[in-house]
């Protein structure tokens, strides 16, 4: 029996990086997985590497910053596998700037992904969770979010934002047996931290006690445990996997 033998995951951004990696952990431990993100190309190739080894897997397209098409995702999750028990907010997007040289655009995009997105997947998958009579919903926030970031305002503001959204939610939905908790993972390894100055990242490292960037590996494991019974009687918690940058 697998940590997640028989369980219905929608992952959101599972496309590429830590959700794909995600997705490739939830399903080696029995879950049924919606490989839910906004790029077909590389969501569909990853549905077909993940269906050839047999595992029970299905893309869908969605953009998470409209609630039409997050709708539609469920739908969709719900006729496929009759249901939902976990859901990943883990899609995410940055539009890094100064703040004196931010556009408003920058900045209402990064906020529409990163915070609205998380609020419009939790409110439609809900009621799935509910039904279950037990549920578990992961928000991605960063070390960005709790601790701020240069050039990072619009996703410092949406990130820390989760963590409000995630603190009112594990109060709000506790006593229906859905357990909301948050991952704030530091810098990690994945086409995110391309566009980070190579000599802002080696600052960055030096400041980390375990002296490298994050894994996709090591956040999917915080994700799983999350997901996981493992965790039944954590709520409202924020998981630093960060190698201990900010102490
Ligand atoms: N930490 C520390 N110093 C930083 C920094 C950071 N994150 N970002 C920029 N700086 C420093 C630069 O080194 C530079 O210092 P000097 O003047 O001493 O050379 C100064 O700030 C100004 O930076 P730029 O010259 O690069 O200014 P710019 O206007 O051309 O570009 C920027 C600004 C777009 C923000 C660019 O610096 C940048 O991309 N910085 C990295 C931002 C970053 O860390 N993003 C994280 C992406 S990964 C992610 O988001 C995942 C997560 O959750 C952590
Ligand atoms: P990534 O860029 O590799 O993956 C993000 C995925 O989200 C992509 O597949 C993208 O297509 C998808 N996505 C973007 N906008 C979307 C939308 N509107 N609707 C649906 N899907 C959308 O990035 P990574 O690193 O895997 O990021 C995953 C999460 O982890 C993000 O929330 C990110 O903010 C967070 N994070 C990442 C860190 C890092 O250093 N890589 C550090 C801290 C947090």
Redesign the pocket.
Known sequence: MGRLQDKVAII????????LEAAVTFVKEGAKVVL????VE?GKKSEQELTSQGYDVVFEQ????NRESVDHLVEQAVNRFGGIDILVN?????RDAMLSKMTVDQFKQVID??LT?VFHCTQAVLPQLIERGKGKVIN?????GTYGNMGQSN?AAA?AGLIGLTKTWAKELGRKNVNVNAV?????N????ETVPDHVIEALVKQVPMGRL?E?SD?AKAYLYLASDDSDYVNGHVLHVDGGIMM
């Open positions: 959101t951004g599972a496309a590429n990086g830590i959700g839910a993100d906004f790029d590389a969605v953009n998470v910053a883990n899609a995410g997007i940055t992904v990163n997105g991605t926030s960063s070390v960005s996703y990130k704030a993972p530091g810098f990690t994945t086409a995110m931290v994050g996709p956040i």
